[in-house]
């Protein structure tokens, strides 16, 4: 079976985790960590929080964007 993988443009694939819903509203969104590497790679995505003042987490293999500027605590 062959894999088809789509082709956006790096910008374009950024613009669209920040342009869903919970993103907009100020909530949370989650990437496979696979995906982000593949598209952007971590460290650009690292650059884009720190400039909007965003904060993220990785847990096993999913990046969770935290899509607002409050502090973010680990409860345990």
């Known amino acids: 079976m062959a894999h088809v993988f789509r082709t956006v443009s790096p910008e374009l694939w950024m613009q669209q985790i920040f342009d869903v819903k919970s993103a907009r509203q100020g909530g949370v969104v989650r990437r496979k960590l696979r995906d982000v590497e593949r598209n952007i790679g971590l460290?650009?995505?690292?650059?884009?929080?720190?400039?909007?003042?965003y904060h993220a987490v990785l847990n096993g293999e999913q990046v969770v964007i935290f899509c607002n500027n409050q502090a973010v605590r680990l409860l345990c």
Do not use: P
Not at 43 to 53: H, K, S, T
């Open 43 to 53: 460290a650009r995505l690292q650059n884009e929080l720190q400039r909007r003042g």
